[in-house]
């Protein structure tokens, strides 16, 4: 498998209401890793209603989009835990006993985890 890439983007804790209503420009793709923290993958600025946000940049996780043929052919077998079938979604859990996370879309899945782990995940993955 290719190497994993470093994902910058903007980490964002604010409000679910102001998370809900932020404008991301074109091309952003935002992943809710819960109802008030977002992370922004090539986002370099938003304006978020929320006088409390934190915002930072993000350059802490790695990954690697893939085809639905390649999440069926390379990860599936490593993946213990169902795939999530209402897309888009965002599923994480062990993938090869490496903590990971997939933004599955119907054309198209983002594979990430943690810069700490990608060696590791590589290696696994072969």
Known sequence: MPALETLPGLRIVASPEALDAAPWSAGTVVLRFAPDDAFAIGATAVDIADDHAIVAEE????????TREELDDRLV??????????????????????????????DRVLLLCAAAYAAELADRLG
């Open 77 to 106: 077998t490593h993946i213990e835990w169902p795939l999530p079938t209402a897309l888009p979604a965002l599923a994480q859990g062990l993938i090869a006993g490496v903590p990971a996370k997939l933004w599955l879309t119907t």
């Open 59 to 66: 350059s802490g996780f790695v990954g690697r989009w893939l």
